[in-house]
């Protein structure tokens, strides 16, 4: 009886930037009060998102 590998999933994704340092780093800058995160999907960074919260005091 013979295995059969999985079909690899990343074949149809587009290859993204090395690690986005640059971005994360202006992301981070960026937020005074709030949070930066990273996505990761297959090990890779996919999405950076930012939440900046405001301070009315």
């Known amino acids: 009886m013979t295995e059969k590998s999985p079909p690899s999933q990343s074949k149809n994704l587009p ?3 090395s690690f ?3 971005e994360i780093k202006a992301a981070v800058e960026k937020v005074r009060y709030g949070s ?3 996505i990761i ?3 890779r960074i996919i999405q950076i998102e930012t939440n900046e919260k405001r301070r009315l005091i």
């Open 36 to 38: 930066v995160q990273l």
């Open 41 to 43: 999907q297959d090990g």
């Open 20 to 22: 986005p340092l640059d």
């Open 15 to 17: 290859e993204p930037p």
